[in-house]
T-cell receptor, first 115, second 114 residues
Framework: AQSVTQPDIHITVSEGASLELRCNYS??????LFWYVQSPGQGLQLLLK??????LVQGIKGFEAEFKRSQSSFNLRKPSVHWSDAAEYFC?????????????FGQGTRLTINP | NAGVMQNPRHLVRRRGQEARLRCSPM?????VYWYRQLPEEGLKFMVY????????ESGMPKERFSAEFPKEGPSILRIQQVVRGDSAAYFC????????????FGPGTRLLVL
């Protein structure tokens, strides 16, 4: 069955430090991969997505992610975090079923920023 | 250009009551997806609808839950005879077409069952 694993439930980094959030997926075909961010009490905002092509994907707010097929991974990175990056981050794989795409999400990684 | 709208944002119900959650997709979007987020968990797919059609309801609980997306008006997720385990955040997302498209999410409805 298709699944997404985010191994880190909670990560704390200092403001200005670099960040990497891990995501591993299990999917037989070429995956469509997404990273969403959820601020407390809010909906989900798309950070970036990978459909095909260049395996290094640039997103909003200075985030990037790299698709590595050999490792079944799609890790999210940011060179220098800001206090406003504190939020919950979700990795998802898109499954094309009956002509439409439904998303399978990981359990999320909560990011805390130390001043 | 308004995004995906959901109302109410917060809903409190007592056990046995009915909950109705509404979702208005983005302008020009005719495909709606509902997801449920239980506390401390990721979102789980419930149902996918196009106007007047349920396309995939494989994630819907077999009883008490139903969804519709009429020709006019918002999509409705209806939960009958709510139980405490239904307490969760319910999100809808919309796309313009089927296929591989970015889903745009609404702010969610947080349901609390007392």
């Amino acid at each position: 069955a298709q699944s997404v694993t985010q191994p880190d439930i909670h990560i704390t980094v200092s403001e200005g430090a670099s960040l990497e959030l891990r995501c591993n997926y299990s999917y037989g075909a070429t995956p469509y991969l997404f990273w969403y961010v959820q601020s407390p009490g809010q909906g989900l905002q798309l950070l970036l997505k990978y459909f095909s092509g260049d395996t290094l994907v640039q997103g909003i707010k200075g985030f990037e992610a790299e698709f590595k097929r050999s490792q079944s991974s799609f890790n999210l990175r940011k060179p220098s975090v800001h206090w406003s990056d504190a939020a919950e981050y979700f990795c998802a794989v898109g499954l094309l079923i009956q002509g439409a795409q439904k998303l399978v999400f990981g359990q999320g990684t909560r990011l805390t920023i130390n001043p | 250009n308004a995004g995906v709208m959901q109302n109410p944002r917060h809903l409190v119900r007592r056990r046995g009551q009915e909950a109705r959650l509404r979702c208005s997709p983005m302008k020009g979007h005719s495909h709606v997806y509902w997801y449920r987020q239980l506390p401390e968990e990721g979102l789980k797919f419930m149902v996918y609808l196009q106007k007047e059609n349920i396309i995939d309801e494989s994630g819907m609980p077999k009883e008490r839950f139903s969804a519709e997306f009429p020709k006019e008006g918002p999509s409705i997720l209806r939960i009958q005879q709510v139980v405490r385990g239904d307490s969760a955040a319910y999100f809808c997302a919309s796309t313009k077409t089927a296929g591989q498209e970015t889903q745009y999410f609404g702010p969610g409805t947080r349901l609390l069952v007392l």
